[in-house]
C-alpha cells in the first residue's frame, strides 16, 4: 500500500469542508500543494475521489466510500496519538477501584456508568475492602480510587498528596431484629438498648464505624457490651435477624440490607452522622481518573478542603482532642482486666 497517513489525512480534511482553500489553510499547505497531494493520492489508489470544478469540489463514490470508512479509523489514531503525547507515556486504559461494600454497591455502578459513556474502550477491576486497606492501596499507587468510610481524624489519615471528596453524611441508626420489642418504633431512647448485647466493628479495620457506636453509647450514658466484632456487613444483617444481637448503621448501609428480617430505628437525641469518601493521589492523576474525580465532584457531594468546618457537632479542634481522647480510652476498653465489659 503506497498512500501514506499523511496524504489520506489530507483527502479527509477536503472531504470534510469539500473547499480545498479552506482544508488548505486548516491543515497549513498550500492549496497547489494539497492538490498536488490529492492527484498523487488518486494516482496510487487507481481511482478517482474528488469532482473538481472551479465552484465546488464533490466526492466520488469512491471518494465517499473512503471517506466514510476512514473517518471513524483516523479519530482514533489521532486520539491515541494525542494521549500519548500530552501524557509522555501510555495512556490509562484500566482504573483500578478498592471501596468499602457499600460504596461498591451504590456510588461505583453509577461511576463506571459515567466514565464507560465517555471511555467505551476503559476496563476497570474493583476490589471490595476495609477502609484502611483502600487507603493503603492507592497511597501504594497500587490502585487509583479509594471509597472509604470517612476517617474521624480525616487529616491525619488523609495527607498530601492524597486528596479527598467527601459525599453526603447520613445518620446512625439503631439495626434491631424485626422480632424485636422495639422494632415497631420510629425512634428510641439509645440508653433503652442499654442492657443489649452489640456486634461491634473491627476498629483496626473499621475504626470510624467503630468510634460512632462507641461514642453513641458513651454520649447515651453507657458502655456497650458486645458480643462479637468484626463481621462483614451482611453477615451482621444475618446474626441479627437470628436475634443474636443488634448494632448502630449508617443509613446509607443499612439500605443495602433491604431483603434481611431486620429494623432500622432512628435515635432520639442523638445526631451522628458517617460518610463516604473518594481519595486519590493527587500527583501525575492519569486521564480517566481525573475524569472520575470530576464525576465524583458533580454527584451532589460536600467537597472537603482544609478549611475549619463543623462535622458531627463539633468543631475539627474539637474532635480531634475528642479522637485522641478515645484512641486511650480504647486502649483501657482492651486491657485484659476490662474483658467482663463483653470485649
Partial sequence: MLANYLSLRYFL?????????????????????LSKQITVLEKELGVKLLNRS????????????LYKTLSPSFENIEKTILELTQAGAVPQTTIRIAAVPSAASSIVPYLI?????????????????????????????EYHL????????????????????????????????SGHPLAGEDEIDLYDLKNETFLHYDPKHSPSLYYLLER?????????????????????????????????????????????????????????????????NDIDVPVITEDAC???????????????????GVSDDCECFIFHWFRGYHDWRSMDAREPLGR
Fill in 54 to 65: 472551479t465552484r465546488n469540489v464533490t466526492l466520488t463514490a469512491e471518494g465517499e466510500y
Fill in 216 to 280: 453513641a453509647c458513651l454520649s447515651a450514658g453507657f458502655i456497650p457490651k458486645t458480643i462479637g466484632a468484626g463481621p462483614e456487613i451482611l453477615t451482621i444483617a444475618n446474626l441479627i435477624s437470628n436475634g443474636i444481637g443488634i448494632t448502630l448503621m449508617p443509613a446509607d448501609m443499612l439500605e443495602l440490607l433491604n431483603s434481611y428480617e431486620i429494623k432500622a430505628v432512628g435515635l432520639k437525641n442523638l445526631s451522628l452522622f458517617s460518610s463516604i469518601s473518594v481519595v486519590w
Fill in 146 to 177: 479509594a471509597f472509604v468510610r470517612t476517617p474521624i481524624d480525616l487529616k491525619q489519615t488523609i495527607q498530601r498528596p492524597l486528596n479527598w471528596i467527601e459525599f453526603p453524611e447520613h445518620p446512625l441508626q439503631a439495626v434491631l431484629s
Fill in 13 to 33: 480534511e477536503i472531504a470534510s469542508l469539500l473547499h480545498f482553500s479552506r482544508a488548505a489553510e486548516k491543515l497549513h499547505i498550500s492549496q497547489p500543494g
Fill in 113 to 141: 456508568k459515567r466514565l464507560k459513556e465517555r471511555h467505551p474502550a476503559m476496563e476497570f477491576f474493583i476490589k471490595e475492602t476495609t477502609s484502611v486497606q483502600a487507603i493503603e492501596l492507592v497511597q501504594k499507587n
Fill in 294 to 312: 470530576r464525576s465524583c465532584g458533580s454527584m451532589d457531594v460536600n467537597h472537603v478542603d482544609d478549611a475549619q468546618r463543623p462535622k458531627n
